[in-house]
């Protein structure tokens, strides 16, 4: 069974810096695997539409931000511990929501495109709160 649990969102102010972290049960980050996944970052606030904020290719490694977070965020994979992290810097109050990651498949757009469905397997959630 496929499970991912986020954690290390907070407050924190304007400027200020977070790292999330998605551990990832029941699947693979080995993008040789049969089992494999790639894992994208998604987040939604009150009233807002929800939208990708990075993925990372577990296939060929490609990285992908939404443009508003380009610069001030690195997503990374740590094969050891099965954990896919967003290091978020210089964090904005519109970068207050819920962050949650996904499973999505391995090969074709989901991922450059930062698509999700309802379908995909996701986690609860991390809430992130940027204010002074």
């Known amino acids: 069974q496929v499970q991912l649990v986020e954690s290390g969102g907070g407050l924190v102010q304007p400027g200020g810096s977070l790292r999330l972290s998605c551990l990832v049960s029941?699947?693979?980050?080995?993008?040789?695997?049969?089992?494999?996944?790639?894992i994208g970052w998604f987040r939604q606030a009150p009233g807002r539409e929800r939208e990708g904020v990075s993925c990372?290719?577990?296939?060929?490694?490609?990285?992908y931000y939404r443009d508003s977070v380009k610069g001030r965020a690195t997503i990374s994979a740590d094969n050891v511990k099965n954990t896919v992290n967003l290091q978020m810097n210089d964090l904005k109050p519109d970068d207050t929501a819920t962050y949650y990651c996904?499973?999505?498949?391995?090969?074709?757009?989901?991922?450059?495109?930062?698509?999700?469905?309802?379908?995909?397997?996701r986690g609860q959630g991390t809430q992130v709160t940027v204010s002074s």
């Open positions: 996904a499973a999505l498949p391995l090969y074709g757009s989901r991922c450059p495109t930062m698509t999700i469905y309802d379908s995909d397997v």
């Open positions: 029941g699947l693979s980050l080995d993008g040789l695997s049969r089992d494999a996944k790639t």
């Open positions: 990372l290719s577990t296939y060929d490694g490609r990285t």
